[in-house]
C-alpha cells in the first residue's frame, strides 16, 4: 500500500525555518515525481514546489522562491522541504504528493498527482 507520512511541521515565528519531510513507504520513489501543495483555511490548495524523479530538475511557486528549497534522497524514500524565512502567509497544512512519471508538470495542478500524504501542520506567528 502507498503511503507517505510527513514530518516536520509545527510553529514557528516569522524569520524562522522548518524543514519538512515526507517518507514514502509501499514504494519506491525513485520514479516519481514529488510535489509539496499547501492549504489554509478557507483557501484552495496551491502548488508549492515540484521536483523530478531524479531530483535534477525544480520548480516552485513564485511567492516561495528564493526562500523554500526542495530535495529529495532516493535512497532513504524520502524528499524534503527546507523552508526558510518563514512568512505568516505561509501558515497552512503542507501536503507531498506523487505521480508516477519523471518530469514535473508545467503547473502546480493537485489533479497531476495520485498519491498524497496526510499532511503536516505550519504555523508562522508573532
Known amino acids: 500500500q502507498l503511503q507517505f507520512v510527513e514530518s516536520g511541521g509545527g510553529l514557528v515565528q516569522p524569520g524562522g525555518s522548518l524543514k519538512l519531510s515526507c517518507a514514502a513507504s509501499?514504494?519506491?520513489?525513485?520514479?516519481?515525481?514529488i510535489g509539496w501543495f499547501r492549504q489554509a483555511p478557507g483557501k484552495e490548495r496551491e502548488g508549492v514546489s515540484c521536483?523530478?524523479?531524479?531530483?535534477?530538475?525544480?520548480k516552485y511557486a513564485d511567492s516561495v522562491k528564493g526562500r523554500f528549497t526542495i530535495s529529495r534522497d532516493n535512497a532513504k524514500n524520502t524528499v524534503y522541504l527546507q523552508m526558510n524565512s518563514l512568512k505568516p502567509e505561509d501558515a497552512a497544512v503542507y501536503y507531498c504528493?506523487?505521480?508516477?512519471?519523471?518530469?514535473?508538470?508545467?503547473?502546480?495542478?493537485?489533479?497531476?498527482?495520485?498519491?498524497w500524504g496526510q499532511g503536516t501542520q505550519v504555523t508562522v506567528y508573532s
Open positions: 509501499g514504494f519506491t520513489l525513485d520514479y516519481y515525481y
Open positions: 504528493a506523487a505521480d508516477l512519471r519523471s518530469s514535473c508538470p508545467v503547473r502546480f495542478e493537485p489533479y497531476d498527482y495520485d498519491y
Open positions: 521536483i523530478s524523479s531524479s531530483g535534477g530538475s525544480t
